[in-house]
């Protein structure tokens, strides 16, 4: 069945860097695009960036210039390079893939940032 696994997050000040990881099996990694969602306290799930499998990226533009998504197929796993991290990227981050009609959903990793 498909999985998808997180890991990566934590606690950082303000201007810190963390680096995402989504390991996904149950499917062939290289034919899906892979997506990064957040969902901070009280709000609505955000896409953040989403890699296709030419390796083409969308992102929102809260991130522009700080995320920087990337995948390698050969380890099935997403990465999301994160910098000059603010406290509103404080959220939960999912990765997500759709395979067929359905969405899966990793478990999520927490990242906060503190001022």
């Known amino acids: 069945q498909v999985q998808l696994v997180e890991s990566g997050g934590g606690l950082v000040p303000a201007g810190g860097s963390l680096r995402l990881s989504c390991v996904g099996s149950?499917?062939?990694?290289?034919?899906?695009?892979m997506t990064w969602v957040r969902q901070a306290p009280g709000k609505q799930r955000e896409l953040v960036e989403l890699i296709t499998t030419a390796g083409s990226t969308t992102y929102t533009d809260s991130v522009k210039g700080r995320f920087t998504i990337s995948r390698d197929n050969a380890k099935n796993t997403a990465y999301l390079q994160m910098n000059s991290l603010k406290p509103e990227d404080t959220a939960v981050y999912f990765c997500?893939?759709?395979?067929?009609?359905?969405?899966?959903w990793g478990q999520g990793t927490q990242v906060t940032v503190s001022s």
């Open positions: 149950g499917f062939t990694f290289s034919s899906f695009h």
């Open positions: 997500k893939v759709r395979v067929g009609t359905r969405d899966y």
